[in-house]
């Protein structure tokens, strides 16, 4: 299993990225993703999933502000974050729970600038 988060970087408040993540190794059809991210002296915390048949979830602190998709051609999910906030700071990844383990990416960082 393996998976690579991009598309994270610098940017200012109010501003947007796009986090790709793409998966390779199971049969990424059949597993619900999500991302989660964490920030410097705290827990990671759950943002966004998207299961099997497309249904989404969102933690409260994103809803309205960011989007979770995935390409099922491509193997890959994306996290759209619009009018991002300093608080967004953190190192973002995402997972997948394949046979009841918890598979995770090496992370990709989003600074936002006040």
């Known amino acids: 299993v393996m998976l690579v988060e991009s598309g994270g970087g610098l940017v200012q408040a109010g501003g947007n990225l796009t986090l790709s993540c793409a998966a390779s190794g199971f049969t990424f059809t059949a597993s619900g993703m999500s991302w989660a991210r964490q920030a410097p002296g705290k827990g990671r915390e759950w943002v966004a999933g998207?299961?099997?048949?497309?249904?989404?979830r969102y933690a409260e602190s994103v809803q309205g502000r960011f989007t979770i998709s995935r390409d099922n051609n491509k193997g890959t999910v994306y996290l759209q974050m619009n009018n991002l906030k300093p608080e967004d700071t953190a190192t973002y990844y995402c997972n997948a729970v394949l046979g009841g383990f918890t598979y995770w990416g090496q992370g990709t960082q989003v600074t936002v600038s006040p």
């Open positions: 998207i299961y099997v048949d497309e249904i989404t």
